[in-house]
């Protein structure tokens, strides 16, 4: 059973359109996130969820619209997509802050190359 | 100001031999966590290890152990007996903002591709 899973895990489309990514956890975490990696694979958060409500909103262009129907999911739009919309972009779950745990990490999907033509 | 800098954007290493990779963060929270991650080039990011803020033993999984300096803000992750499958890009990560309604930013450098020679 795959803990974090992302669909699709590629991704091309044309300027303009508007596509998802969705992503579902069955670890049981509270929290979800949205981060981007670019070409030269920096990453950064987008969004963060916790129980269905955001508690991270990044500098994102408001083109980017996360959204979380229960907190097993977390689904990101992208509307009128650009060029440098390009890259991968990656959902994680963690667990509730609060206590310590020694694997206190996030658990990553395997990502969704974006690439727009 | 940089929240992680990790200085090494390559590394090489020989088989068999330890590496150390280095990591340096920034942040005024009594409470955070330290992390590293392992990214190969199929892309997926795998949690390697853990160190909280306030534990005074280096964290130790198998091969990774994590070389905690407090007090010179730095995390290194030291790889012992190399393999050929540690060619990677490793990230070190900071989680701030420990509150009781499940917020945590978790901050990441911008990574160090370490190659394994045999």
């Known amino acids: 059973d795959t803990a974090v899973s992302q669909t699709p895990k590629y991704l091309v489309t044309q300027m303009g359109n508007d596509k998802s990514i969705k992503c579902e956890q069955n670890?049981?975490?509270?929290?979800m996130y949205w981060y981007k990696q670019d070409s030269k694979k920096f990453l950064k958060i987008m969004f963060s969820?916790?129980?269905?409500?955001?508690?991270i909103n990044e500098t994102v262009p408001n083109r980017f619209s996360p959204k979380s129907p229960d907190k097993a999911h977390l689904n990101l739009h992208i509307n009128s997509l650009e060029l440098g919309d390009s890259a991968v972009y990656f959902c994680a779950s963690s667990p509730s802050t609060g206590g310590k745990s020694p694997n206190y990490g996030y658990t990553f999907g395997s990502g969704t190359r974006l690439t727009v033509v | 100001a940089q929240k992680i800098t990790q200085t090494q954007p390559g590394m090489f290493v020989q088989e068999k031999e330890a590496v150390t990779l280095d990591c340096t963060y920034d942040t005024s929270d009594q409470s955070y966590g330290l992390f590293w991650y392992k990214q190969p080039s199929s892309g997926e990011m795998i949690f390697l290890i853990y160190q909280g803020s306030y534990d005074e033993q280096n964290a130790t999984e198998g091969r990774y152990s994590l070389n905690f300096q407090k007090a010179r803000k730095s995390a290194n992750l030291v790889i012992s007996a190399s393999q050929l499958g540690d060619s990677a890009m490793y990230f070190c990560a900071m989680r701030e903002g420990w509150g009781s309604g499940g917020y945590q930013k978790v901050t990441f450098g911008t990574g160090t591709k370490l190659q394994v020679i045999p």
């Open positions: 670890l049981g975490h509270d929290t």
């Open positions: 969820y916790n129980n269905k409500e955001l508690i």
